[in-house]
């Protein structure tokens, strides 16, 4: 364990911010090599008079930069750092894991295999966006350059078109294209709550969203789940008591349990936010790869919901597009959030989706898409034969249930150490709980070669059976 003691008396922004900057400095410059322990939180706390909520922030900052890894019990420890350099060309390839880019490198085999990155595959589209933007430039010469001063028609039919399914079709005057699901569910929050707002969000979710809503203010709140996702009653108690202004659901597909919430169960939660004036964000960014046999919120609540979607996971993960589809008369507060918090989107980068979308380019993509995740999910149920796990033929991953005595957590340390990167459940936990569901998320679309997929999941399998015993921890 290090003595090492960080000055946070100079800089900007908030302390968890400098504390998070100046482990990341000290790292680089040495300081903190590969393999220290970075001090406990409650001691480091104490020691630099912080809270020790300052120090778990700032330690989750740089957990999420890839700069270090932690595990209830054993503590935080610096992870090797992966220069780019040149591979041998004769190695297949794989996608870097020192970051959440997804830049192609050689796999020589000694490489981290990144099974905690679920977009869309990489699938032959080049000449379909080369294509198009290349359309672009020659018809819209001067907005490619300049602002987006407005919204066009096209944009919006792409939204309706992209979001409807055969149970639902918004309204194109209630579409607002926004730059990728994530900044617009942050838009969505910021425009209709203000600092000190509660936000209801499943005990297991997407937690980059309570993350971003607590660092604008905002008081996440998790609701207890099942297997069908978010139960009514839970909802409704925590409505009654501590009066959230939103929940954010995935009704269809939830990240990390693939739970599809029932029609029935759909409609409890309708009256609920009826009930209680609940505004709701339905995210679809999976949804959109299944056949939902039900209804979405929007359906059921229209004046209440924001249902979204895009293109990242279905066809492309450079492609930052997405659409809300927003109750009446609320898109124009989107929008102006989106512009305030992003500084607008981009016009080649809204115009190429939209087109994608309105030719029919898009869902011919996303069939590609949906197959290769096919290809792969077949490969997965082959490996893990006779383990419990949760998935669809088109989900790009697995919520696996860990055999005795494995815990989430020793088993994605153990799992690192093999060359292999999964998702604990801590890290769709978005508030603290005592509650242990023993499962990790294994996602499979990152690696370009079905071969370096085989390997991981092989490796995987392997470790599961031999058990915890046959895995040695280190202090």
């Known amino acids: 364990m290090t003595n090492w003691l960080p000055d946070l008396k100079t800089g900007a922004g908030p302390l968890y911010v400098r504390l998070a900057g100046r482990i990341e400095d000290a790292i680089e410059t040495g300081a903190l090599p590969v393999g220290s ?8 706390a104490f020691d630099l008079g912080v809270t020790v909520g300052t120090v778990s922030r700032a330690y989750s900052i740089v957990r999420e930069r890839g700069l270090v890894s932690g595990e209830v019990g054993r503590g935080t420890y610096v992870l090797a750092r ?16 020192d970051s959440n880019t997804r830049i192609a490198e050689r796999h020589s085999g000694d490489e981290m295999i990144r099974f905690d990155a679920s977009a869309a595959p990489l699938v032959p589209v080049a000449s ?36 409807s399914n055969r149970h639902w079709k918004p309204e194109a005057a209630n579409i607002a294209p926004v730059q990728g699901v994530h900044s617009g569910i942050i838009a969505i929050i910021a425009s209709m709550t203000v600092p000190g707002d509660r936000i209801a969000v499943e005990e297991l979710s997407y937690a980059n969203v309570p993350r971003a809503a607590q660092m604008i203010g905002r008081r996440p709140i998790s609701v207890p789940v099942d297997e069908y996702g978010a139960i009514p009653d839970e909802l409704d108690h925590i409505c009654a008591q501590q009066h959230p202004k939103l929940v954010f659901l995935m009704p269809a597909m939830q990240n990390p349990t693939l739970a599809v919430m029932p029609e029935q169960r759909r409609q409890e939660i309708a009256a609920i936010a009826r009930k209680h004036n609940l505004l709701i964000i339905e995210d679809n960014v999976y949804g959109c790869l299944h056949e939902d046999p039900s209804p979405p919120l929007a359906a059921l609540v229209p004046d209440l919901t924001f249902h979204i979607s895009g293109l990242s996971k279905s066809v492309s993960a450079g492609l930052r597009a997405a ?25 080649l980068m809204t115009e190429l ?44 991953f697995i919520w696996l249930k860990l055999p005795e005595p494995w815990l989430s957590g020793t088993f994605k340390t153990a799992a ?9 459940e801590d890290e769709f936990k978005t508030g603290r709980s005592d509650r242990t569901f023993h499962r990790v998320r294994i996602a499979f679309s990152n690696p370009v070669d079905r071969d370096v997929v085989r390997s991981g999941l092989l490796r995987l399998r392997a470790l599961l059976e031999s058990g915890a015993g046959g895995y040695e921890s280190y202090d």
């Open 323 to 347: 659409w809300i589809a927003c109750p009446p008369h609320t898109s124009g507060r989107v929008l102006t959030a989106t512009r305030l918090l992003t500084g607008g989107k981009i016009f």
């Open 416 to 424: 690192e150490r093999e060359k292999v990167l999964i998702d604990s």
């Open 128 to 163: 379909t966006l080369e294509r198009m933007t290349s359309e672009i430039y020659r018809e819209h010469p001067l907005q490619v350059s300049d602002y987006i001063r407005s919204v066009s028609p096209d944009w919006q039919q792409a939204g309706v078109a992209w979001l």
């Open 37 to 44: 322990k970075l001090p406990p939180q409650r001691n480091l």
């Open 82 to 97: 992966n220069d780019n350099v040149v591979r041998n060309e004769a190695d297949s390839i794989v996608f870097t894991p």
């Open 353 to 396: 989706a939209a087109r994608l979308v309105n030719s029919g380019a898009a869902d011919d993509i996303s069939k590609l898409v949906a197959a290769e995740i096919a290809e792969r999910v077949a490969m997965v149920r082959e490996i893990f034969a006779g383990c419990e796990f949760n998935s669809y033929e088109t989900a790009p």
